[in-house]
């Protein structure tokens, strides 16, 4: 058997075991143990007001029992070995700070941090943590590791999680692992419930790897399949950074390329959906036979997508003057979530007016401009409104119809005097628009394009 030596300096009472299961330091008293020494404490809280050094390297302190105990008070709490084999549902409260020099062994029971520090400095780490037996909270307490790394192969500090690689000397590096959930993170999705922060003396060109792994138990509703790591330096704006390796088996996600760390979380990321605009039929605007046509698809994913645009191997963007005849016109949504998703749409520029689908109300009408029904409208292209002029040397009234490049019905004005003035088109959203106006058989369609201020 190991012999237990306990100095006790200050008080005679430098300790006490108090019925209802404390162990407790006044203030001014110190524990101090060495040659192997050993505590076990059943049920046991520690209070601590004085000084509990152990020796580096040399006995341990284990915690069991089937109740929940803590550690608090205002004293140094200094351990070679804290053992955590309690039951699976008790816990050990964090409620002031604790060094441990050697390891923290996980065999039953949870660690609740709390707000406090576990500091493992640079000799310290943790070993047999799982599911069922692990370190967690939901304030602001972390765990803290150190050490040097000179282009690093997978080295991970303290055992916490975050395995990092680097051809460069990150020279003196802290990890601290905490539990608080990231918010805003994905948009406004949040994160799961482990976070690091990761400081190294040399924080360029890092050209690091880093893999970071997690518990089920810490995943805060979201997807496993869906992580990525995400990054930032200053705990509000998050970056998306992806993932190049994802495990969910072994619960790890890995990432290249890394050039600097910072705080560094695991939040949802998506694929982009894409939507292309409609096939469009417009008439010519502009000298040549060709049109100025502005167009946009829409796209969703997490982080939000850029969407570009070509024909064939060409960039173009909107609005675009397209030339004669019918164009296919390819969009691509990318946010940095493989695939990407593309699209594609048609845009046909013809040489004179261009009627829109004809709905069912106007099956017996025909498309006829004739010289007696005039319609005009300027300014054309507009970012405000148009100025829609109608003169028909015919009195019956016209009705005027707004449609979209998808042929939608925006807005109808019926029983129009035949020879008015309309203003239009200072709510309508960027795009292209057709006019029809129809009198008794006749249509006369003009394309308008609204603009963005």
């Not at 524990?31 to 020796?55: K, R």
């Not at 790394?149 to 303290?158: E, I, K, Q, R």
């Not at 845009?347 to 069912?360: A, D, E, L, S």
Request: aromatic share 8%; net charge positive; proline share 4%.
């Amino acid at each position: 058997m190991k012999k237990i030596f306990l100095l006790l300096v200050a008080h005679a009472c430098a300790f006490i075991l108090w019925a209802q299961g404390s162990l407790q330091l006044g203030a001014g008293s110190n524990i101090t143990s060495s040659g192997g020494a050993y505590f076990v404490l059943n049920n046991v809280n520690i209070i601590n007001n004085g000084s509990f050094q152990q020796s580096a390297g040399d006995g341990f302190v284990m915690l069991t029992g089937t109740s929940n105990v803590s550690l608090s008070g205002v004293g140094i709490t200094n351990l070679n070995a804290l053992l955590l084999s309690k039951s699976s549902a008790a816990v050990f409260t964090l409620q002031s700070n604790v060094n441990v020099s050697s390891k923290v062994n996980f065999s039953g029971g949870l660690l609740n941090l709390n707000n406090s520090i576990l500091n493992l400095s640079n000799t310290g780490i943790f070993t047999n943590e799982s599911e069922a037996s692990r370190a967690y909270t939901t304030g602001s307490g972390y765990i803290e590791a150190s050490g040097n790394l000179n282009a690093p192969s997978s080295v991970n500090l303290g055992n916490l999680g975050a395995v990092i690689s680097s051809t460069a000397n990150l020279g003196n590096t802290i990890v601290r692992r905490g539990h608080a959930i990231q918010n805003g993170v994905s948009g406004s999705n949040n994160s799961i419930r482990r976070y690091y922060d990761i400081v190294p003396d040399n924080n360029l060109n890092l050209k690091a790897l880093l893999g970071v792994y997690y518990f089920d138990a810490e995943l805060n509703g979201i997807p496993e399949g869906s992580l990525s790591q995400w990054k930032s330096k200053d705990n509000i704006n998050w970056d998306f950074v992806g993932a190049d390796t994802k495990n969910t088996s072994s619960n790890f996600i890995e990432k290249k390329a890394i050039n600097w760390f910072a705080r560094w979380t695991l939040a949802t990321a998506m694929s982009p959906v894409i939507t292309c605009p409609g096939n469009m039929t417009v008439s010519a605007n502009s000298k040549g036979c060709k049109a100025l046509v502005s167009f946009a698809a829409t796209a969703t994913g997490i982080p939000s997508p850029t969407v570009s645009y070509k024909i064939g191997n060409s960039p173009i963007t909107s609005p675009y003057e397209f030339s004669k005849g019918t164009t296919t016109v390819t969009a691509t949504a990318s946010n940095g979530v493989l695939p990407d998703a593309s699209c594609a749409f048609t845009v046909t520029v013809v040489c004179g007016q261009v009627t829109p689908p004809v709905t069912m109300a106007d099956k017996n009408a025909q498309d006829i401009t004739g010289d007696d029904l005039l319609v005009t409208a300027r300014p054309n292209p507009s970012a405000n409104y148009f100025t829609l002029n109608i003169k028909s040397s015919n009195s019956h009234p016209v009705t005027v119809r707004i449609l979209d490049v998808l042929g939608r019905v925006v807005s109808v004005k019926p029983e129009v005097s035949s020879n008015t003035t309309l203003y239009i088109g200072h709510q309508y959203v960027p795009g292209v628009y057709f006019v029809q106006v129809l009198q008794e058989k006749k249509i006369v369609t003009l394309q308008l394009i609204k603009q963005a201020h």
